[in-house]
């Protein structure tokens, strides 16, 4: 409880005082000490915003393991929620090889532990791999990708359009077919693309017309030109591309647009709109109260 007051205070270094708490508790082998008090600690550690928050975490996460193994008393077990915080530390301020490598080591190790792993912990690391500017971020998310596949975890609309964003941030020769093939492995496995999905494809083949081209066909096909890339595609699109755009533009092209995780927008849930097709229920990504 006075771990947990201590974050609630928000106040500076409030997570070294949560520290300092469970430190003592440690030593002095307080009565009643379980996981929950190691998980809230490194839930302050990791809302610190601090940039080694991952690595404090990650300190409060191996005196929990080491307890464990040294009591083999299940209250000390990490749990999924264990995991997830200590995951959310690492990825939450991620901007380095090294930050997203521990983030998906944490992931990994979830997995190979066989403690419940679900899309949107896999998606985080996938997203930290965006914002590493490592140059094995491809690989590495490309990784996930097939863990995540091998394990039957489902790789939805928000996960590639991660994929797509770590091509499109990437220095690849071939950014423009890879994200375009990303996109085909979405039909392959049915999963509907969003807005989003052409945002990242744009800012991934911007730089060769051809590409672009493709990806402003595929975007009108499926009705998914919004504002934000009406003028993204009319500001560095082709000059064919441009006077396409001058003028009205096709309702159709635009019928579908959206920027959930391949459903409707949150103004779209929230008057109950309903407009053109949608993907799936949007209740499973936290959206619908």
Known sequence: ???????????????????????????NHVIGMNRIVYNETMKACSRSNREDAGDLAFG???KLLARYKRT?????????YSYMILLTAHTRS??????AMKSQYVLFDMMDSNVPTDTKLCNS?????????????ILRAEEVCSRMKALS????????????????KSNHPEKSYKSLQVLERMK?????????????????????????????ESCIERGLLDERLQNSFRDYGPACLKERLNGTIPYVWSENANR?????????IRTGMKRGSVGGDVSKFGWAR
């Not at 205070?9 to 997570?15: A, P, R, S, V």
């Not at 690391?125 to 971020?137: F, H, K, L, N, T």
């Open 260 to 268: 959930g995780p391949a459903g409707p927008s949150r103004n779209q």
């Open 125 to 137: 690391v996938i997203a930290s791999w965006a914002r590493s500017g490592s140059d094995e971020a």
């Open 72 to 80: 083999n008393d299940r209250q000390f077990r990490p749990d999924a």
């Open 94 to 99: 991620c901007e380095s090889h090294e930050s």
């Open 188 to 216: 392959e496995r049915r999963v509907t693309p969003n807005s989003v999905t052409y945002t990242m494809l744009f800012e991934a083949c911007k730089d060769d017309d051809g590409f672009l081209m493709k990806v402003f």
């Open 153 to 168: 975890i489902k790789v939805d609309a928000i996960c590639f359009n991660s994929l797509i964003n770590v091509y499109a």
């Open 1 to 27: 409880s006075l771990i947990k007051s201590w974050t609630i205070t928000n106040t500076i270094g409030y997570e070294e005082k949560c520290l300092e708490i469970l430190n003592w508790m440690d030593d």
């Open 60 to 62: 409060v996460f191996n």
